[in-house]
Nanobody, 131 residues
Framework: QVQLAESGGGLVQAGGSLRLSCAAS????????MGWFRQAPGKEREFLGA????????YYADSVKDRATISRDNANNTVYLQMNSLKPEDTAVYYC????????????????????????WGQGTLVTVSS
């Protein structure tokens, strides 16, 4: 299995943008569909979106689909989350996750339309959006 490490978090002003990275090591990154999540203080973890093994397919949650872009660079074993027009309510710990069963299964599990758990999670990176 890969190991995942998120980076790029920090303090951002409202209205600004962020680009988070999730670097994979120790496995074959291109075998994995990847997802991005976040968890705000006192709230449940929220699914943001996912990208397929190849990067050809993406899926976004309605809450962020107009502001988020997920991309990946398989040559550099990294997946990215770009978010624009940030709001204070975007403050959260952001996580990436990986699963070899593909984007469809990843989304089904994440949206609880299928049982099971995603294979690998990163440790998260904190994003704080100031007003």
């Amino acid at each position: 299995q890969v190991q995942l490490a998120e980076s790029g978090g920090g303090l951002v002003q409202a209205g600004g943008s962020l680009r988070l990275s999730c670097a994979a090591s120790g496995g074959t990154f291109s075998d994995y569909a990847m997802g991005w999540f976040r968890q705000a203080p006192g709230k449940e973890r929220e699914f943001l979106g996912a990208i397929s093994w190849s990067g050809d397919n993406t899926y976004y949650a309605d809450s962020v689909k107009d502001r988020a872009t997920i991309s990946r660079d398989n040559a550099n074993n990294t997946v990215y989350l770009q978010m624009n027009s940030l709001k204070p309510e975007d403050t959260a710990v952001y996580y990436c996750a990986a699963d070899r069963r593909g984007i469809h299964t990843l989304v089904l599990i994440t949206t609880r339309r299928a049982g099971g758990h995603l294979e690998v999670w990163g440790q998260g990176t904190l994003v704080t959006v100031s007003s």
